[in-house]
């Protein structure tokens, strides 16, 4: 009896808080991966239609529109050939996770100094495409992120990726509008008798004026290759505990620095403090009083990291399993979601840039107007503006990714939240080439976009990591998880490259025609389509 009452009394555990996460230095190492992967890639597309302009001065918005799609789509079509091949990679024993994510961070930042200093669409296209082909940090990111955690835990640490994305969205359009340019934009310090200019200007500004901001992304990327090498820890199981001589020098620097600021009072603290990579001590955990000692440091065993514990004698290292065990009807499934969301989330980024930079209607053009579907005519944003209106994505994304997916997540569970937040970006697209029509009002014209802005957000926040999840849970093995995330890297990578193309594609046609909406309307079909395999598919946890 006794037995049965204290059993009822049992409360079930609480969920996992954000709090209770361990190794959060390693979660945030990954998080800066994904920021400066999506970073590039967002303050691109903020001066990308310009920097097409700059090539050819005379061609049609038509024209530059496609271009555009073309630019951002062979960096992601690189990816199609190359995602599953980087999943096998780093679910390789002589590779492994941390090495795949070196060459795609250090490979994008070789890429965008080619971008920088481009005098062509063709040359630009070159640099692109190959930084897409070495581009290995989407299902690498995603891989490790999933192995530093308990799956107990993943609900929210995959949330990480889309705070990333709303991250990269606020800084990369902010700066690659403010950078773009700078001669024209601050002549008072880039220009003739300027402050740095002298006489004639910044030579190679006024040369390639859009390689500010393509340098920004490359100093960016590199910083971060740096990080993950001296802090970012193995995850893979079956090398895990091998040498790493990266989380060596950051110890050791960690070390010397600490040597140095207790040598000035003659103490050296016992034991060692947190070392990067680590998460089992911080500031906090550390007991004031801890003795202080002026004795030398410990001879360190560098057979594995000093911080781990060693490999159980039962563990080696072990060749993944067959590709074709990864091809089941849930994967497909799941897949096929992934396939449709991205085809236009990525037509998305393609037209929003492009409406927003395109010109405004003409005198002629306003009297062919015929509500409600004929009318034509771009909102024709300057750089700065531009900027700021893509930001807006960013800050929307991360308030409702704060307020609004955990209650919702938790009432109504992974699954459902995805399916239903795949119903709300039609409507987006539905009404957003209707804000051309407010251009002569300003405010309702901002109050129209950040509704448009706010809807699309709002199912993004839900979408991307729901459909991150699904892919995760439907793994047949957990030795075969990097080649699933590259799997659906690839097929990510896939529809991203065709969405933002056959978007910029519609986006012509309807130029021609004096139908602004008409690339508009197309996505929303493709979007609402792709609701369909959502409700096949399962939560395969």
């Given at each position: 009896?006794?037995q049965?009452?204290?059993?009822?009394?049992?409360?079930?555990?609480?969920a996992?808080?954000?709090?209770s996460?361990?190794?959060?230095?390693?979660l945030?190492?990954?998080?800066?991966v994904?920021?400066?992967?999506?970073?590039?890639?967002?303050?691109?597309?903020?001066?990308?239609?310009?920097?097409?302009?700059?090539f050819?001065?005379?061609?049609?918005?038509?024209?530059?529109?496609?271009?555009a799609?073309?630019?951002?789509?062979?960096f992601?079509?690189?990816?199609?050939?190359?995602?599953?091949?980087?999943?096998?990679?780093?679910?390789?024993?002589?590779?492994?996770r941390?090495?795949?994510?070196?060459?795609?961070?250090?490979?994008?930042?070789?890429?965008?100094?080619?971008?920088?200093?481009?005098?062509?669409?063709?040359?630009?296209?070159?640099?692109?495409?190959?930084?897409?082909?070495?581009?290995?940090?989407?299902?690498?990111?995603?891989?490790?992120?999933?192995?530093?955690?308990?799956?107990?835990?993943?609900?929210?640490?995959f949330?990480?990726?889309?705070?990333?994305?709303?991250?990269?969205?606020?800084?990369?359009?902010?700066?690659?509008?403010?950078?773009?340019?700078p001669?024209?934009?601050?002549?008072?310090?880039f220009?003739?008798?300027?402050?740095?200019?002298?006489?004639?200007?910044?030579?190679w500004?006024?040369t390639?004026?859009?390689?500010?901001?393509?340098?920004?992304?490359?100093?960016?990327?590199?910083?971060?290759?740096?990080?993950?090498?001296?802090g970012?820890?193995?995850?893979?199981?079956?090398?895990?505990?091998n040498?790493?001589?990266?989380?060596?020098l950051?110890?050791?620097?960690?070390?010397?620095?600490?040597?140095?600021?207790?040598?000035?009072?003659?103490?050296?603290?016992?034991?060692?403090?947190?070392?990067?990579?680590?998460?089992?001590?911080?500031?906090?955990?550390i007991?004031?009083?801890?003795?202080l000692?002026?004795?030398?440091?410990?001879?360190?065993?560098?057979?594995?990291?000093?911080?781990?514990?060693?490999?159980?004698?039962?563990e080696?290292?072990?060749?993944?399993?067959?590709?074709?065990?990864?091809?089941?009807?849930?994967v497909l499934?799941?897949?096929?979601?992934?396939?449709?969301?991205?085809?236009?989330?990525?037509?998305?980024?393609?037209?929003?840039?492009?409406?927003?930079?395109?010109?405004?209607?003409?005198?002629?053009?306003?009297?062919?107007?015929?509500?409600?579907?004929?009318?034509?005519?771009?909102?024709?944003f300057?750089?700065?503006?531009?900027?700021?209106?893509?930001?807006?994505?960013?800050?929307?994304?991360?308030?409702?990714?704060?307020?609004?997916?955990?209650?919702?997540?938790?009432?109504?569970?992974?699954?459902?939240?995805?399916?239903?937040?795949?119903?709300?970006?039609?409507?987006?697209?539905?009404?957003?080439?209707y804000?051309?029509?407010?251009?002569?009002?300003?405010?309702l014209?901002?109050?129209?976009?950040?509704?448009?802005?706010?809807?699309?957000?709002?199912?993004?926040?839900?979408?991307?990591?729901?459909?991150?999840?699904?892919?995760?849970?439907?793994?047949?093995?957990?030795?075969?998880?990097?080649?699933?995330?590259?799997?659906?890297?690839a097929t990510?990578?896939?529809?991203?490259?065709?969405?933002?193309?056959?978007?910029?594609?519609?986006?012509?046609?309807?130029?021609?025609?004096?139908?602004?909406?008409?690339?508009?309307?197309?996505?929303?079909?493709v979007s609402?389509?792709?609701?369909?395999?959502?409700?096949?598919?399962?939560?395969?946890k």
């Amino acid at each position: 009896m006794s037995q049965e009452v204290e059993t009822r009394g049992t409360k079930p555990p609480a969920a996992p808080s954000w709090a209770s996460i361990p190794n959060k230095f390693q979660l945030f190492i990954i998080c800066t991966v994904r920021i400066v992967d999506f970073l590039q890639q967002a303050a691109l597309q903020a001066y990308m239609f310009y920097q097409l302009k700059s090539f050819s001065p005379s061609a049609p918005d038509s024209q530059i529109s496609f271009e555009a799609g073309v630019l951002q789509g062979v960096f992601t079509a690189a990816q199609v050939f190359t995602g599953i091949l980087w999943g096998r990679v780093a679910d390789s024993p002589r590779f492994g996770r941390k090495t795949v994510l070196l060459i795609g961070l250090t490979g994008q930042g070789i890429s965008c100094v080619g971008v920088a200093f481009s005098r062509s669409f063709p040359v630009a296209t070159v640099w692109r495409c190959l930084g897409g082909a070495v581009n290995a940090t989407v299902g690498g990111a995603r891989t490790a992120l999933a192995e530093s955690t308990e799956k107990k835990f993943h609900s929210r640490t995959f949330l990480l990726l889309p705070l990333a994305w709303n991250i990269a969205n606020i800084i990369g359009p902010l700066f690659g509008g403010l950078l773009s340019d700078p001669v024209y934009h601050y002549p008072g310090l880039f220009g003739e008798n300027s402050t740095f200019g002298g006489a004639d200007g910044v030579g190679w500004l006024k040369t390639f004026p859009y390689a500010a901001p393509n340098l920004f992304c490359a100093f960016v990327l590199f910083a971060d290759a740096l990080l993950v090498w001296l802090g970012l820890r193995e995850t893979l199981v079956s090398i895990k505990y091998n040498r790493d001589r990266g989380i060596e020098l950051a110890e050791h620097i960690s070390y010397r620095i600490n040597t140095m600021v207790f040598r000035r009072f003659g103490y050296s603290q016992l034991g060692q403090v947190e070392v990067a990579g680590s998460d089992t001590l911080d500031d906090e955990n550390i007991p004031s009083s801890t003795p202080l000692t002026s004795l030398p440091p410990k001879e360190v065993d560098h057979s594995y990291p000093s911080t781990s514990k060693p490999p159980p004698p039962s563990e080696s290292p072990k060749s993944a399993p067959p590709f074709y065990h990864a091809i089941t009807r849930n994967v497909l499934l799941v897949l096929a979601t992934v396939a449709l969301m991205d085809f236009q989330m990525g037509g998305f980024a393609q037209l929003w840039t492009v409406f927003l930079s395109s010109a405004r209607r003409t005198d002629e053009e306003k009297a062919t107007i015929r509500l409600p579907f004929v009318f034509a005519g771009g909102l024709q944003f300057s750089l700065p503006t531009i900027g700021l209106a893509m930001s807006i994505l960013g800050f929307v994304g991360i308030i409702l990714q704060l307020t609004l997916y955990p209650s919702v997540n938790a009432r109504f569970g992974l699954l459902r939240s995805t399916q239903w937040s795949l119903f709300v970006f039609p409507i987006a697209y539905a009404l957003a080439p209707y804000l051309s029509l407010l251009i002569s009002a300003p405010i309702l014209l901002w109050f129209g976009i950040v509704v448009v802005v706010v809807l699309q957000v709002a199912a993004r926040t839900f979408a991307i990591p729901g459909s991150v999840l699904l892919i995760n849970n439907s793994s047949p093995s957990p030795a075969m998880l990097g080649t699933i995330h590259g799997m659906g890297a690839a097929t990510s990578s896939a529809f991203r490259t065709i969405g933002p193309i056959v978007a910029g594609h519609w986006y012509g046609q309807g130029l021609e025609k004096g139908v602004v909406g008409w690339a508009w309307w197309w996505l929303s079909l493709v979007s609402l389509i792709g609701v369909i395999p959502s409700f096949w598919a399962r939560d395969g946890k």
